[in-house]
Nanobody, 115 residues
Framework: QVQLVESGGGLVQPGGSLRLSCAASGMIFSIYAMGWYRQGPGSQRELDAAITSGGSTKYPDSVKGRFTISRDNAKNTVYLQMNSLKSEDTAVYYC?????????WGQGTQVTVSS
């Protein structure tokens, strides 16, 4: 069965950086587009960054230039480098395929941006 395990979240001050990791198992990782999704308090889950199997990336305007998604197919891992963090980036971050598979959601990793 597919497992996605996110890590790397934490408490960071505004302007700081974090690097999230997502380790995948139970799937042929290299052939799928992957994404990082966020769910803020009282909000729906939304896609923050996507990377195709070939390495092309896409971001919404809200994080463009601040977030960078990457993948290591040898390690079955997708990363999210988050720089210049803002309080509004506070959320639980999840990884999943793009488009997502509902049964694949992991526990997520909490990112809190606060002074």
């Amino acid at each position: 069965q597919v497992q996605l395990v996110e890590s790397g979240g934490g408490l960071v001050q505004p302007g700081g950086s974090l690097r999230l990791s997502c380790a995948a198992s139970g799937m042929i990782f290299s052939i799928y587009a992957m994404g990082w999704y966020r769910q803020g308090p009282g909000s729906q889950r939304e896609l923050d960054a996507a990377i195709t199997s070939g390495g092309s990336t896409k971001y919404p305007d809200s994080v463009k230039g601040r977030f960078t998604i990457s993948r290591d197919n040898a390690k079955n891992t997708v990363y999210l480098q988050m720089n210049s963090l803002k309080s509004e980036d506070t959320a639980v971050y999840y990884c999943n395929q793009v488009p997502f598979r509902a049964s694949y959601w992991g526990q997520g990793t909490q990112v809190t941006v606060s002074s």
